[in-house]
């Protein structure tokens, strides 16, 4: 076996803030605006554009598609990217993309031109989960990392519902057009930051990862075996995994991409009013992240991704049959935003559990193909559907069919395996 000599250049600290701290912040802020663009900004201004671009909802549809074509192409690449080059130059440098995406989005005056635009989001948007997330699980140890991941999906809720408080008075005082602007800003914004404070990992500084164990002075530990693609495909956990994120993914979007246009156009509920609901999801999605992630690290992580799906499923058929009712639709809102925060660290989690660990980057990026499949038919099969039968009923109704299906899977998720 090959070793290699550890040596503990950490100076005491006493009670000095350990930079996983800072990583984790740099990681949150930076996820913030990511999911601003590509969750709160898409849903809430898509009704305004809609009606000025003069689209039909599977056109509509099309737009996210293209920016889910995009994310499923490169987020194997920013995983791979991520284990071989690091996460800070792959995160700094696309967030350059995010930014011109989203900049672009406000001068659009098409279908195609919307299209080409946010498929550059797209392409930003693979370099922002799959490597932060990695960055996280090196910088934290022990259950500190399953708390790391659940406060860093955090972001996901405060990105886009900030949006959701935002967005409409920006529509209202001046255009849907401004509200691309000044996200494009932010995103340009967010690269130097990353770039300032990411590291890709402590041992960059001399430290051990916040909650890990300190390696002792002169312990020999081995070099991590390199895992190959085709070991981490014929792995049986990454095919159920996978799975059940592709039908997690379906049902997410077709729910959270369409939920204020639900509101606006089917329900006669006032544009302002609708795009809260983005707002109750995501906000309720920060504590059910963190909750049910601390949960997981006690119940385990089969059964935390039974729980959930097997939530996600029902709260998506109350909030169908709460119809316009208010009193009834808010609560199902929130049912939902609580599940939907947990699901991705969940995934993150479950790929560290039973696959190699010393490629997380690659299996979060292999998985992530999952995701963009699902993120990618989403938004046409939900749109077409509502333009042929007149309602989004049938296609909220599949979705919820989608998330039982993951549950099914992940039935047959086997025993942890170590790997070594």
């Known amino acids: 076996m090959v070793a290699i ?25 930076t996820l913030v605006v990511n999911y601003s663009i590509r969750n709160g900004a898409y849903p809430i201004l898509l009704p305004e ?30 995983g791979l990217l991520t284990d071989r080059m690091g996460g800070r130059k792959v995160i700094s440098f696309f967030c350059l993309f995010l930014g011109a995406g989203a900049l672009l989005m406000g001068k659009a005056e098409s279908l195609l031109a919307s299209s080409i635009f946010f498929g550059v989001v797209g ?10 997330a990695t960055l996280i699980q090196r910088w934290f140890g022990g259950k500190k990392r399953r708390m790391a991941l659940g406060i860093l999906n955090a972001s996901a809720g405060a990105g886009f519902g900030l949006m959701g408080l935002l967005l409409p008075t920006i529509v209202k005082e001046f255009n849907w057009r401004y509200g691309w602007f000044l996200l494009g800003s932010l995103g340009l914004s967010v690269s130097v930051l990353s770039g300032v404070l990411l590291r890709n990992g402590p041992e960059e500084m001399g430290l051990s990862p916040c909650g890990g164990e300190t390696e002792e002075i002169g ?21 159920i995994i996978g799975l059940s994120y592709l039908f997690a993914s379906y049902g ?90 947990a ?11 039973y696959l190699p660990k010393e490629s997380t980057g690659t299996v979060l990026g292999l998985l992530t193909i999952f995701y963009g499949i699902g993120a990618m038919t989403t938004p046409v099969v939900t749109g077409y559907l509502a333009d042929v039968t007149g309602t989004f009923r049938w296609s909220f109704s599949l979705g919820a069919f989608a998330t039982s299906l993951a549950c099914l899977l992940t039935a047959f998720l ?7």
């Open 5 to 29: 000599r550890v040596v503990n250049q950490k100076k005491p600290q006493g009670k000095m803030i350990h930079w996983a701290w800072f990583v984790l912040g740099t990681s949150f802020i």
């Open 49 to 78: 554009m809609i009606r000025d671009l003069h689209l039909t909802k599977a056109q509509a549809g099309l737009i996210k598609s293209a920016f889910a074509i995009s994310y499923l192409v490169f987020a194997p690449i920013m």
């Open 123 to 132: 392409i930003g948007a693979a370099a922002m989960w799959v490597p932060n």
């Open 219 to 239: 312990r020999s530990v081995p070099l991590p075996k390199k895992i190959s693609y085709f070991e981490i495909l014929r792995q049986p956990p990454f095919w």
């Open 252 to 341: 997410t979007y077709t729910l959270l991409d369409f939920i204020v246009t639900y509101g606006k156009m089917e329900l006669n509920i006032s544009y302002d009013i609708a795009s809260q609901f983005v707002t109750v999801i995501a906000f309720c999605g920060i504590p059910g992240g963190i909750l049910l992630m601390i949960l997981s690290g006690y119940i385990g992580t089969k059964k935390s991704l039974l729980i959930i799906y097997a939530s996600f499923t029902l709260s998506i058929l109350s909030i169908i049959f709460a119809g316009s009712r208010i009193s009834f639709l808010a609560p199902a809102a929130a049912w939902f935003g609580v599940i939907y925060g």
């Open 343 to 353: 699901i991705f660290p969940m995934v993150a989690a479950s790929a560290r559990d």
């Open 414 to 420: 086997k025993g942890r395996r170590e790997f070594v």
